[in-house]
């Protein structure tokens, strides 16, 4: 197998590892295969969006959602260091409220696996980071919601020892108790 999964604290958030071919050269791996994803994660997704950003020490992104048109979404860091976060916002799940934070980095060439129903976001921790992520849906800007990186109610251990730099929508997000929710 060219991939190995890794539950996480949140059943359905997991990672997965691809097999690293490396000599003098370089390395080489799949960075996604949707048959082994299919067969070793969850079948029947499909990705129809690609995303790229590039950020600098301390940016925060997060944490995104949205209500109608929700997203799965696999991420990356293909540069640098981030702490990737999910939180599950499905009232009816009995980890509604919980969070589940993950290293990825250029060189541990991991991904995450975020279904729809969570809020993602991450933190870098590197002088800078370039992160990937193939969505499950479109960008639907009039759906799209913003839960607080720092709610007390959720409690994210952030490994930061710095205030992070925010977007003004991440600034403005809403606490869990106040928030827009999946069913």
């Known amino acids: 197998m060219a991939i190995s999964v890794t539950a996480t604290t949140l059943p359905e958030v997991v990672i997965v590892e691809p097999k690293v071919f490396g000599d003098a050269r370089g390395f080489f791996f799949e960075s996604f295969n949707a048959r082994e994803f299919a067969a070793q994660v969850v079948p029947g997704v499909e990705f129809v969006q690609d995303n790229h950003s590039r950020s600098v020490r301390g940016v925060l992104r997060g944490m995104h959602y949205q209500i109608e048109h929700a997203q799965g979404k696999l991420v990356r860091a293909v540069e640098g260091d981030v702490f990737d976060v999910a939180v599950d916002l499905r009232r009816s799940s009995p980890n509604f409220g919980k969070w589940v934070g993950v290293h990825l980095s250029a060189e541990n060439h991991r991904s995450l696996w975020v279904p729809p129903g969570f809020a993602h976001g991450f933190v870098v921790l590197s002088e800078s980071a370039q992160f990937l992520y193939k969505t499950t849906d479109y960008w639907h800007p009039e759906f799209e919601r913003c839960l607080a990186w720092d709610d007390p ?31």
């Open 153 to 183: 109610q959720i409690g994210i251990d952030w490994p930061i020892d710095f205030q992070p730099i925010l977007a003004g929508k991440d600034a403005m997000g809403c606490r869990l108790a106040d928030a827009q929710l999946y069913a």
